[in-house]
């Protein structure tokens, strides 16, 4: 099986997602060693908040610590810059709203160092916001 580049917690306005491997293909291997989640925004906002949670959550489901990394800046680029340069392997996840990606995805001329469509796999969703009246 061949694993995929990236994996990132994503939260966002509307949408978000959480990383997931093949539970079925890591269960004997994954993880071994501490995981790292990036978080693309400030310590003590909502996004830290929640990956502080989320964290605990995942410390429990996957018997391995969860480490909470803020790299805030560059509206969330630096974050997904430090993670699409992380090895390969699941132990490096990142939680940053889809803000990026998008504009990185619609706007092929722009000159980056990652490319959000292929180095990165959502796969759940951890929060939603909706706007009401």
Request: glycine share 6%; net charge positive.
């Amino acid at each position: 099986m061949k694993l995929p580049r990236r994996r990132f917690l994503h939260l966002a306005a509307g949408a978000a997602a959480l990383p997931a491997a093949s539970r079925f293909a890591w269960a004997q291997t994954y993880p071994s060693r501490p995981v790292r989640l990036v978080v693309a925004f400030v310590p003590g906002g909502a996004t830290d908040t929640l990956a502080r949670q989320i964290s605990n959550d995942l410390k429990e489901a996957l018997g391995q610590a969860v480490v909470v990394e803020n790299r805030p800046g560059a509206n969330g680029y630096l974050a997904w810059n430090h993670v699409a340069g992380a090895e390969p392997d699941g132990h490096t996840l990142l939680l940053a709203e889809n803000a990026l990606a998008m504009s990185q995805a619609l706007h092929k001329k722009a000159t980056s160092s990652f490319d959000p469509l292929t180095q990165y796999d959502a796969v759940a969703t951890v929060a939603t916001l909706r706007h009401r009246h």
